[in-house]
């Protein structure tokens, strides 16, 4: 639906250049929620501005529903009101919301449809309806400072709706809101998705947004996509770093000569007693040094970190029946100075997040 080859985008100011995006290859299936996290600096936003050619892109190209924006953006006037037409279908939430404060609710939902000049009656019952589906019909002669912040942001969602857009980008829509009113916000945007069909493109730099409504994800340091993938490709890539993050689970060695195994179950693995099996099979004592399950992504996720006996040397019979059973399996090593190989992921993107 969304997809970005080479992107790339060089800011020039008084001599200085800095590369916000360095060659993004992004593919966003139809129908599924993208969320793009990273550091502050990292080139999100200037992604998004790019996608919805806001900015214009140095290199690369940006196809949205099948429509190359890019070789639209490069030619004359005709293309330029294809253009605009293309980016009516392209809907765009903002952090702090943008919503005009000297006109009522109603009339910014209205605006889009003025630009694109739909007629009062239509605007006006569209604008309706579109709020009546974010939940504030009671508030439309309302004016945005007499909202709560969620409410605004409702607002913010209606008016991207207004063109009746296949696509909803949305830049940090929760990073004014709390935490409770994150989630209202969050649910709206997944239930828009699949009562609309909405193909959602989200940049945020908390973890938990991925985690409660993504379907897919890529994590962006210094202008590239370091990582991307559903979330269960995600969960099921090795060392992964977003995986660490989404599904942390912590506990240290017991002692000197153990191995220490993350064991990640996807789907109907999460029900098979595999842990009991290589207890009984190897006759070895397994400790369980930390576990947790959830759903990631729509995912039922399971995820535990055991201890054997043993070095890895002694125990690579046990772990290889472990990766036969079809399981995700890190060896956590825990000679690489005291944090082990998770936790060094997990830190990294949590201080990530803690600059930002
Ligand atoms: N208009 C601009 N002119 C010059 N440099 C810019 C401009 N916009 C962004 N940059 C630079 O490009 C880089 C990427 O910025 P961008 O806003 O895309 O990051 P971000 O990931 O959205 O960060 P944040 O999480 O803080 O919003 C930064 O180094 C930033 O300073
Ligand atoms: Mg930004």
């Known amino acids: ?30 129908g599924e929620v993208y969320g793009v996290i990273g550091q502050s600096g990292a080139g999100k936003s200037s992604l998004i501005r790019c ?77 309706l309806e579109l709020l009546d589906l974010v939940g504030l019909a009671d508030k439309a002669k309302s004016f945005p400072a007499q909202l709560s912040g969620g409410q605004k942001q409702r607002v913010g969602i209606a008016r ?20 409770e009113t994150t989630r209202s916000i969050l649910q709206l945007l997944r239930d828009l998705n699949r009562q609309l069909g909405l193909t959602v493109l989200l940049i945020t730099h908390e973890m938990d947004v991925v985690k409660s409504i993504c379907d897919s ?78 759903t990631v992504g729509g995912l039922q996720v399971g995820r535990m970190r055991i201890e054997l006996p043993g070095r890895y040397e002694d ?4 772990v290889g029946f472990l990766r036969e059973q079809g399981l995700q399996i890190d060896i956590v090593d825990h000679t690489a100075d005291t944090a082990t190989a998770a936790d060094t992921a997990q830190e990294s993107v949590l201080l990530k997040d803690g600059a930002k």
């Open 1 to 30: 639906m969304i997809t970005t080859t080479g992107l790339t985008k060089v800011y020039r100011s008084r001599g200085r250049e800095v590369t916000a995006l360095d060659g993004v290859d992004l593919h966003v299936r139809e």
């Open 51 to 127: 996608i919805n050619l806001l900015e214009r892109p140095t290199a690369g190209t940006v196809t949205v529903a099948g429509q190359d924006l890019t070789a639209l953006a490069g030619r004359g006037p005709r293309a330029g009101k294809e253009l605009r037409q293309a980016r009516s279908r392209i809907g765009m939430v903002f952090q702090h919301f943008n919503l005009l404060s000297s006109r009522t609710v109603q009339d910014n939902v209205e605006l889009p449809l003025e630009i694109l000049g739909v007629s009062g009656r239509e605007r006006s019952r569209k604008a």
């Open 160 to 179: 991207a709706l207004a063109g009746d857009p296949k696509v909803l980008l949305s830049d940090e829509a929760t990073s004014a809101l709390d935490p």
């Open 217 to 294: 994800a890529a994590l962006m340091e210094n202008g590239r996509v370091v990582e991307s993938g559903t979330v269960g490709e995600l969960l099921a890539t090795p060392g992964s770093e977003l995986a660490g993050a989404l599904f942390p689970v912590g506990g240290d060695a017991t002692g000197e000569d153990r191995t220490v195994v993350d064991v990640t179950f996807l789907g109907e693995a999460a029900t098979r007693p595999v842990i009991s099996q290589l207890s009984r099979t190897y006759n070895i004592d397994i400790s369980i040094l930390g576990a947790a399950i959830d």
């Open 315 to 318: 125990n690579v019979v046990p």
